[in-house]
Structures are given as structure tokens and as C-alpha cells.
């Protein structure tokens, strides 16, 4: 059976129709009968990006334990790693990497679709930090809330990309002891000029760059994993990406770790339908995951 974790904004999967697609790929004898599971990791704070947080919540873990587990007591399941593989798109494409890399003895396989990594330079060149006019505006965001009454700073958001930074802020920065937004920002404005504090930067590195970070720490638990794909599209919008990815598959070879990264032609998402058809679930069924 095969998790998916859908992207940021997204809640199923995109040109991809359960069940009548995978009815017909059954049908098609194109990959083998599976259980689709697909984890809306949306919250009330917006993206959850499947990680603990003490802000968001732990999601990580309610994946890996809570999902995983009602699924197999409530469905036809093989209660085990071996028949578990895990997916998922951007947001859910990282989050698949990061929970199989931490619970090999909860999913088994790996296929990770233009994941959110970060190469050394991955955090500057996103859309959260690509210009001093975003920063800024951040800025003028967290002077806004900090004026407000507590109930009603709680309940504001920006408009994207900086609802995006928002989002990531609780996940990889979290500090519910501040007041909204709960996180701690890497930039403040001193004298009309912008002051990076570089600890609380390396938060926010390690929130998209973590993976790279800890693949010689969690080496053991990867080995252990049957199969790990990661694809991406040439041409995806956020360039980071495929520079991501790129480096992430150079990390794992590094450490002697089996890893396939492949490119395809498109973007962002312009032919999720045809991954998922295609290759993503064809991965899962030569594997025989039910």
C-alpha cells in the first residue's frame, strides 16, 4: 500500500482521479492492486510540511503512528515495512523523504516528486528570501501583529509568497512562546539596513536542507529502505528545486547510499498525472507493495 502526501495548497492529487485512475491502471494490468492513502497535510496555520512542531503539531508522527495505524486496523493491510511505500509531491515530497529516512520500520520504499530540498544555497534563492522588498515587507508583517490583541493577531495571514515563509516559519522555526507568528524570523531592520541573525538562519535552513544535513546520521535507517526515487521537472518554476534535488542525489551517492534522481520534462506540476501513471506507482508495483 502507498501513502501520498499532497503538495502546499493541494489536498488530493493533482491529474490524478482516485479511483477511477488506478481502477484502470488495475484493470490495464499496468501495476498491481494497491491501497492508495491520501493525507491531507493542511492544518488550521496552513501548510503542516509533515513535520513536528510545537507550533503546528506533530505531524511526522501522526503519520508514522496515528494514519498508518487506524489504516491498518480499520483495511486489508499487510501490517508491515516491507508493504508500505510512501509519496508525495513538493511539500509531501519532502515530507516522504524526511518520515522515511526517520521510520524505515514504518514505510519501506521511497518516491519523492519535486520535493522541496535545498541545495547550499536553496534558502536565498526561494521565494521567501529572494529579494530585500520580501524580507521587508516581512518585517512590516510582524510589526503589524505585534501591535494586535493576541486573539486577533492569531488569525492573520499574508498573501503568497510570503504566506509561504509564513507557513515554513511554524514549521522549521516554531517559538510558541512569542507572540504571533509563533516563529522566529532570520531578518530584522536596524537603521534602514537588514540584519540576518545567522542562528536563527540555520533554523531555517535546516528546514528544507535538513535532509542532506543528516543523511550520514540516519545512514543505517536509509540502507535499510528497498527502493528511493526522486524526480523533477527541468523546467519547474522554483528554481531551488531542481538544484535541490540535484544535490540531494549527490549527498546519498556520496555516502554510498542507492538513490535514482530523474529530470523529466515540465514543470512544477504540468505532468503529475502522467508520474503518478507512469512511473511513480509502476515504482510501488514492481515492488509488490499491497
Request: charged share 20%.
Amino acid at each position: 500500500m502507498v501513502y501520498y502526501l499532497p503538495g502546499y495548497g493541494d489536498s488530493g492529487m493533482i491529474g490524478f482521479n482516485l479511483p477511477d485512475s488506478m481502477d484502470r491502471l488495475v484493470n490495464d494490468g499496468k501495476v498491481n492492486e494497491m491501497i492508495i492513502v491520501v493525507v491531507n497535510g493542511t492544518n488550521k496555520l496552513g501548510g503542516s510540511f509533515y513535520a513536528n512542531s510545537p507550533v503546528t503539531g506533530n505531524w511526522e508522527d501522526f503519520i508514522a503512528q496515528d494514519v498508518v495505524g487506524y489504516v491498518d486496523g480499520h483495511f486489508r493491510t499487510l501490517a508491515q515495512a516491507e508493504s508500505r511505500g510512501i509519496t508525495g509531491h513538493s511539500m509531501g515530497g519532502f515530507g516522504a523523504l524526511n518520515i522515511a529516512m526517520h521510520r524505515p520500520d514504518v514505510f519501506g520504499a521511497v518516491y519523492s516528486m519535486s520535493p522541496g530540498l535545498f541545495d547550499e544555497n536553496g534558502l536565498t534563492e526561494s521565494q521567501m528570501f529572494e529579494s530585500e522588498r520580501l524580507i521587508q515587507s516581512f518585517i512590516k508583517f510582524e510589526e503589524k501583529l505585534s501591535a494586535l490583541p493576541l486573539e486577533e493577531a492569531g488569525t492573520k495571514m499574508l498573501p503568497s509568497p510570503q504566506e509561504f515563509a509564513l507557513f515554513y516559519g511554524f514549521a522549521f522555526a516554531p517559538n510558541p512562546d512569542r507572540h504571533p507568528p509563533y516563529f522566529d524570523y532570520p531578518f530584522t531592520e536596524v537603521d534602514g539596513k537588514l540584519v540576518r541573525n545567522d542562528e536563527i538562519w540555520k533554523k531555517w535552513e535546516s528546514g528544507f536542507g535538513v535532509i542532506a544535513d543528516e543523511v550520514i546520521l540516519y545512514k543505517v535507517n536509509v540502507l535499510t529502505l528497498t527502493g528511493i526515487v526522486v524526480d523533477y521537472g527541468e523546467y519547474d518554476e522554483y528554481n531551488w528545486i531542481p538544484k535541490g534535488c540535484i544535490y540531494f542525489g549527490e549527498q546519498l551517492t556520496a555516502a554510498g547510499i542507492p538513490v535514482e534522481v530523474e529530470a523529466y520534462s515540465g514543470s512544477h506540476q504540468s505532468v503529475l498525472g502522467e508520474a503518478f501513471e507512469i512511473t511513480c506507482f509502476r515504482f510501488f508495483g514492481v515492488l509488490k507493495f499491497e
